[in-house]
């Protein structure tokens, strides 16, 4: 059962303050999926403990279970419907409302992504890295740049990282030779493309290690990786927002680089004398 539908049956029988709050929520479930919990609760009148009681009182263990239900909901409506969203959310509003709503829903997805870091998993991916194999990078579908910008950023310190390219052939047959010193870190965030899971599974069974960068803890990735880095994606947009996608990125680049030692020092120094050389960019 949805969890409008949950909200709608319950509604009836719970006490006024936490009656207030269940319309709210039915009334505006993208404010539930995009705000924090104290905007929610300023913006419907109630106290911030108000929303953990009616979270509790549906099942959730707290109110971040709550609210990702609901993002589920919105996002789960498909483009169409966020499109149709959007326009009734802003179509009377200011640029400077949707402006405000899109930069409130980056900074929290930001601010949700950190906080579910684990250090262990990215110390954990580093060490698979520095393995001595391969990385390689999937993203199909929407998320192929990603993975492109993962790969020309991260080649400067690693220079085995591999995305695989766009074309008719499956992620799974462009790592047919995947050993296990290797590592691959597949990105998808809903809708999901099938190849990147099947690109996983192979990439297990070939014993190597699987990481995944994905939006929920339910996403089909996460049953086929070593370590799931989650990054929120609720956004008013008509697609989901790819703002913490990019921020874990860099973060895990980022470790590979302070982890990596004099020999990748060197390289960094060989490419920037390469391009102040080639005069192909231009300095500050």
Not at 172 to 183: A, L, M, P, Q
Not at 219 to 233: E, N, R
Request: hydrophobic content about 45%.
């Amino acid at each position: 059962m949805d969890i409008d539908e949950k909200l709608t049956q319950a509604l009836p029988d719970l006490p006024r303050k936490l009656a207030i709050a269940a319309r709210y929520a039915l009334d505006n479930p993208e404010r539930i999926a995009l705000d924090s919990m104290r905007a929610t609760a300023q913006a419907c009148g109630v106290a911030a403990p108000t929303m953990q009681r009616l979270a509790r009182h549906l099942g959730h263990d707290g109110y971040d279970e709550f609210r990702q239900d609901f993002q589920t909901l919105v996002m789960g409506g498909g483009f169409g419907a966020r499109v149709e969203a959007l326009r009734s959310n802003f179509q009377n509003a200011s640029l400077t409302k949707l402006t405000q709503r899109m930069a409130e829903a980056a900074q929290n997805n930001i601010a949700d992504a950190a906080a579910r870091l684990d250090t262990q998993q990215i110390e954990a991916f580093v060490r698979a890295v520095r393995r001595g194999g391969r990385t390689y990078v999937v993203g199909a579908g929407s998320m192929h740049w990603a993975a492109g910008m993962i790969e020309a950023t991260g080649r400067l310190t690693l220079p085995d990282i591999v995305s695989l390219p766009a074309g008719t052939v499956t992620a799974s047959e462009r790592i047919s030779t995947i050993r296990d010193c290797d590592t691959l870190l597949a990105l998808a965030i809903a809708p999901y493309c099938v190849q990147t899971v099947n690109a996983m599974q192979y990439a297990r069974a070939a014993g190597a290690a699987v990481y995944a960068i994905t939006d929920r803890p339910s996403s089909p990735l996460a049953p086929h990786a070593d370590g799931v880095f989650l990054t929120p994606a609720a956004s008013p947009h008509y697609y989901p927002s790819t703002i913490a996608v990019q921020l874990v990125a860099e973060i895990l680049l980022a470790a590979c680089a302070a982890a990596s030692g004099g020999a990748t020092r060197q390289r960094l120094r060989q490419l920037d004398e390469i391009r102040r050389a080639s005069g192909a960019y231009l300095e500050e």
